[in-house]
């Protein structure tokens, strides 16, 4: 099926972009008090199962209130591209490097970073 207006269903991870001075107690809320399943301390994030999806908590250095960061999927990112463009949604790839990727970063109008990856 091509891609004609650009097809996007939510994705399956979240991040949580954290200030350092809150990201103990943060962890703690999440895995103490609210008690998500923890999936572990990986790629320097402590992961969460929230729903269908993973919950990521990243811990920023330079950050001074938190961030939602979505992920979004499509069936082709480079037709998808090209339908945000016609739409006058820049990407936004300087927000963080993904080496080797077909997906890229884009954010809504209010600021919202969401990532484009391909559907799984």
Request: with cysteine; net charge negative.
């Amino acid at each position: 099926m091509e891609m004609t207006r650009g097809e996007f269903k939510g994705g399956n991870n979240i991040a949580l972009k954290i200030p350092k001075f809150k990201y103990s107690e943060t962890v703690h809320f999440y895995k103490e008090v609210i008690k998500l399943p923890y999936l572990g301390f990986m790629s320097e994030s402590h992961a969460f199962q929230f729903g269908d999806a993973t919950l990521w908590l990243d811990c920023m250095e330079n950050y001074s209130q938190q961030d939602v960061w979505l992920e979004i999927q499509t069936d082709n990112v480079k037709i998808a591209a090209e339908y945000l463009h016609k739409n006058h949604i820049n990407r936004r790839d300087e927000v963080e490097v993904h080496e080797n990727s077909e997906g890229y970063w884009i954010s809504d109008p209010c600021g919202t970073i969401l990532r484009v990856n391909p559907r799984k």
